[in-house]
């Protein structure tokens, strides 16, 4: 197997008592599409912001493209190719649709982009030239012309989202790290954005790492899953195997699983799952010492 | 970024003919408008340069007395020593030089904490020139005995005035420029798409603090004699915070329009009514924040005829709701049994 892009080494984050990632072994290839579950609070963002540079975990390492990257603020890390989004949209306001998108082209998109390790200068693909082609890439250009022009607070909040993605893409990435990109959106804008993230992945020779809450479009769109539980990883698999792996269904997926697949999903699913989560919680309280967040949460429920 | 060079064009045009303007004024102007025009311009560098930084990335800065002060005391010690224009240099250097150390230290905090922290380094700056003074050549201020000619001083101010607002006009239209604004719409954002901050910011700081060193060397001859307490006046900063937020940190004419009309302003305000100087630089002041928020320099055509429409529209809703009043007290005296208003209907 070849190098991976971006490789966490028991990577964890502590902030103060409480130990939101723990030792969380991860890597990731070139051209993958995967996947990170988990319940609330199991310590998904946090993980994000680590291996993105937004925040420098307390113990374990990160090598990327053979570089070891630990601690190094999030311009290094997206120097090396690696580009995220946030969970709720952080465009530049003030500046144009366009401006958001040029800005990353001036900055990391600007270095010459090596795939391998010692791989000759590859051309940039034709789709991420210019903040045009970007547009026209997410769907926000070509024949809405005048969005460009608008200010990127005046755009709904789905687009911004999108702008989002298109702001990560001009730093012309290698790894693109999506955190909740489908988050309140609609069911058929949902599906949308999943065809348009493998979409990116096929054309653009992109590796994709996609959190996302809505477990049942994931798990039907992505080739590998990573379940965290209270900060550990419990799971890494393909999605079939996943689903089938007992501590998964114990800790995260419980017996609803097999009519969420079925099509059922929706809120009133994912409350039953997040309840059998708190009552495992519960359960397991006397072998795992319970630092996760969502142990105080069925605690205050149970209160 | 790709503004179109038309704009470039036209911020030069306008800056080269207020600049031939202003150098043509000492010469048939009284030495009052002479002085006022030299205090102008001292603001419009230390405005200009402060929003190149503080405007753009947001950070509030209280420093500039601190550099402005370091600058003065820079050109009173080295003036015996060294020629008039080296002694400026030497004072934008020591301030700069000065910045990065300030800048390394404090400027990982944002908000509050930096504008205090700034503040408070320019309290700890004065009071070690003061104690330095005391213990160690055992004076309280400095004499300045080599002192230029009037009018090689108020060249000075122009010329750095100048390299003020064409530095704004040119780090606008580069990435460092962007930069800045990157950080200030949103630091970890613009970290994430491949900006190293804490470089563009160090840099930006001791950018603007050169400048503010400068004119302190220039201006500190103003004076012949100077001390802690003169030149590191917090109010030098504070004048300089409040013509760029008046003028319009965000925009490239703004401060320049602010430092002038503030300076013009402090000086009529002074001498007119001197009781009330400061009250009414502080009612303009909330005024401006109320009503302007953008700056003087968001001031358009469309402002005013808004606040004419506002002023109208509320005048003829009071109206209408008098009227309403009016006509209640009427049905409840018919109620009560005066009849004698039917005609009314």
Known sequence: MTEPLLQARAVSVRFGGLTAVDAVDASFHAGELVGIIGPNGAGKTTFFNAISGVVAPTGGELIAGGQRLTGAGPHRFAARGIARTFQTPRVFADMTVRDNIAFGLQFAGRRPRRWGLWGAQAPVPWALRTPESILALIGLGSERQD???????????????????????????????????????????????????????????????????????????????????????????????????????EAYLGDEMGDETGGAAGDKTRD?????????????????????????HSAGAAA | MNRPAAELRRDGLVLFGL?????????????????????????????????????TSRYLSLATAAFFGLGAYTSALGLEHVGWWSAIAL???????????????????????????????????????????????????????????????YLTVLLLAVLAVATSIVVRRTRFGLALAGIGADEQRAQTLGVNTRWVKTLGFALTAAFAGAVGAAMSVRWTYIDPPTVFNPFIGFQTVLIALIGGALTLWGPLIAAVVFSLLAETLRLQVPQLYMMSLGLLLILCVLYLPGGLASLRWATLQGWWQHSRQALRERRARRDRRNQRNQRANRAAGHDDEDSDD
């Open chain 2, 91 to 153: 004072g934008a250097l020591v301030a700069s030089a000065v910045a990065l150390v300030m800048g390394a230290l404090v400027l990982h905090l944002r908000g509050t904490y930096f504008a205090v922290l700034t503040f408070g380094m320019t309290e700890l700056i004065r009071h070690a020139i003061t104690f330095w003074e005391k213990s160690v050549t055992g004076t309280v201020g400095r004499v300045l005995t080599v002192v230029p000619e009037r009018e090689t001083v």
């Open chain 1, 147 to 249: 969005l460009a022009a608008l200010p990127a607070a005046a755009i709904t909040p789905s687009q911004q989202r999108l702008l989002e993605i298109g702001m990560a893409l001009a730093t012309r990435p290698r790894l693109l790290l999506l955190d909740e990109v489908a988050a309140g959106l609609t069911e058929a804008e949902v599906e949308a954005m999943a065809q348009l993230i493998r979409r990116l992945r096929d054309e653009l020779d992109l590796s994709v790492v996609w959190i996302e809450h809505a477990v049942t479009t994931l798990l039907r769109h992505v080739e590998r899953v990573i379940v965290l539980h209270q900060g550990r990883k419990i799971a890494d698999g393909p999605p079939a195997e996943v689903v089938r792996n007992r501590e998964v269904i």
């Open chain 2, 19 to 55: 600049a031939g303007w202003a150098l043509a004024l000492p010469g048939h102007a009284s030495e009052f408008v002479a002085s006022l025009a030299l205090t102008c311009l001292m603001y419009v560098a230390l405005a200009s340069s402060w929003a190149l930084f503080c405007g």
């Open chain 1, 272 to 296: 039953k799952t997040r309840d059998k989560t708190g009552d495992n919680t519960g359960d397991n309280t006397s072998d795992n010492t319970g630092q996760g967040l969502n142990h105080r």
